[in-house]
C-alpha cells in the first residue's frame, strides 16, 4: 500500500516539538508588494501559522509600482531593527524590481527564506547549521518525519530553480543529510525519463501539470511533488497521482504535501535566527 505524506499532518506534529521564547518571542516580517492573489494566500497563511506557534510577525505591505530603490531602503530599515530576527520578501516580485539585488539586500542572520547567496553559499559547501532554504528543508524533514529509508539514494530532482532544485540537490547530497547521489534535471535533458526511472527518490518541481505518469518511475519510489497548478477550479500537481501512487512506495499529494512543510520550515528558520540573534548580543 502507497504511503500518503501528508504534509499537513507532518507540519502539525513537528511545530508541536517547536521550542519557542514566550517572553522575548522571534520576529519575522514579510515585505508583500502588490496584490498578487497568491501572495495575499500565502501571506496570510504564514501569519496564521506565525500566531500558532507564538511567533511574532508583521506585514510591510508595498505597493505594486514601488520603485526597486525604495523596495531596497525598506529593506534597509528592517535589516537596522533590532527587534526582528527575519525577513521574508514574498514572490514573486514585479518586473521592474531585480530580484537578485533584492535577495543579496537582506541581512544573510535575518534571511529566513535563505536566497542570499552567503546562505546559499555555505550549504554548496557543506555547511547545514545555518538557515536553510524553505522547501528543500521542508522536503527533507516530511521525508525523515515518516521515518522513509534514505541514505545513499539515487535521487532525481526534476528543475533547477535557486529556489527548490539547486539548493535541494545540495541539501540531499550532504553527508550529513542522506548523502544521496543526485541527478539534477530540466526540461532540456536529454532522455528525461532514463533518469527519472532510475529514481529511489524523484522529486518533480517544473511547473508542467500531471507530467510525471505511472510509466515514468521506477517500481516502489519515493515521489515527491512540489508543482501547484490552478487548473478548472483544481490545485494540481506535477505528478499524475491517480496513476502514481499506484506504483510509488510514497508520494506526496498536492495541495497539502510539501506546502504546509514550506511553512514549517520557515517557522523552524525564524526560530533559529531569533537564538543566533540572542546568542550575539
Not at 514566550?22 to 504564514?46: C, E
Not at 510509488?248 to 523552524?268: E, K, N
Request: charged share 25%.
Amino acid at each position: 500500500m502507497t504511503l500518503l505524506l501528508d504534509g499537513r499532518a507532518a507540519s502539525r506534529s513537528l511545530r508541536e516539538k517547536l521550542e519557542v521564547d514566550r517572553k522575548t518571542p522571534p520576529h519575522v516580517v514579510f515585505v508583500l508588494v502588490g496584490n498578487h492573489p497568491s501572495s495575499l494566500s500565502y501571506i496570510s497563511i504564514k501569519k496564521k501559522s506565525c500566531e500558532e506557534v507564538f511567533i511574532q510577525s508583521s506585514i510591510c505591505h508595498l505597493p505594486e509600482d514601488v520603485s526597486e530603490i525604495q523596495l531596497l531602503e525598506t529593506i534597509k530599515r528592517w535589516n537596522a531593527r533590532g527587534d526582528v530576527d527575519g525577513i521574508l520578501v514574498q514572490l514573486p516580485l514585479p518586473p521592474h524590481i531585480c530580484q537578485k539585488r533584492i535577495f543579496e539586500a537582506i541581512d544573510p542572520k535575518k534571511d529566513v527564506d535563505c536566497l542570499h547567496p552567503y546562505n546559499l553559499g555555505r550549504l554548496s559547501l557543506g555547511d547545514t547549521s545555518g538557515l536553510l532554504p524553505c522547501t528543500p528543508l521542508g522536503i527533507f524533514e516530511l521525508m525523515r518525519f515518516y521515518q522513509l529509508d534514505l541514505m545513499q539514494k539515487e535521487v532525481c530532482i526534476i528543475g533547477r530553480s535557486s529556489i527548490v532544485g539547486r539548493p535541494l540537490s545540495l541539501l540531499l547530497s550532504q553527508k550529513s543529510t542522506i548523502d544521496a547521489t543526485v541527478t539534477l534535471c530540466h526540461q532540456g535533458t536529454k532522455d528525461l525519463f532514463f533518469h527519472t526511472k532510475r529514481a529511489d527518490i524523484l522529486v518533480a518541481a517544473i511547473g508542467r501539470p500531471e507530467f510525471i505518469k505511472q510509466e515514468h518511475i521506477k517500481e516502489g519510489a519515493i515521489v515527491i511533488d512540489v508543482g501547484i497548478t490552478r487548473q478548472n477550479d483544481r490545485l494540481i500537481g506535477d505528478v499524475d497521482f491517480l496513476s502514481v501512487q499506484q506504483k510509488a512506495s510514497a508520494i506526496t499529494p498536492v495541495p497539502g504535501g510539501v506546502g504546509p512543510m514550506t511553512v514549517y520550515a520557515l517557522l523552524q528558520n525564524t526560530i533559529k535566527a531569533h537564538k543566533q540573534r540572542k546568542a550575539t548580543v
